[in-house]
């Protein structure tokens, strides 16, 4: 939604209410008033910008909660299914604790089409369980020219 969009915002440092209002304006794609996984994610940077690195150190702080410089399959389930300002967070102090869901498929789609173990194997690929900040760029830069490849063929039909 558009009010924890602008939480994720104030988290890093976006707290000018007007250039807030500006990217979560451009994030929404369809105006639909909620920013769905794929608006967020091509969203995220603008190809043609200068600050394409800044604007994916970004991107990946807001789903690396623990600040390891890794994406593990529960920050990236978390903050896909529940935000990166939920009240329920990753207890990850104690690997004793029960996952925030349960493993494997989380039973559920998210707005693209995909589930959470979907996208997890497409951002790591190395396979080491965990998504590095070179994998996470590598994988908003593909789905951000297969985004821009998709609209242009609609254009063209």
Known sequence: SHIEMRQVLAD???TNAEDAEMLIESFDADNSGSIEYSEFMAGCL???SDGVKD???VAFRIFDLDGSGSISKDELRQVLTQGA???TTLSLARPSSPPLVPQGDVGGILPDGKTVDEVMSELDKDG???VTAQEFEAYILAEHEKAGKDL?????N
């Open 55 to 57: 604007h994916l150190k």
């Open 85 to 87: 300002n939920s009240t």
């Open 46 to 48: 603008d190809v043609a």
């Open 12 to 14: 890093v440092g976006i």
């Open 152 to 156: 242009h063929a609609q254009a063209a």
């Open 128 to 130: 080491k369980g965990g």
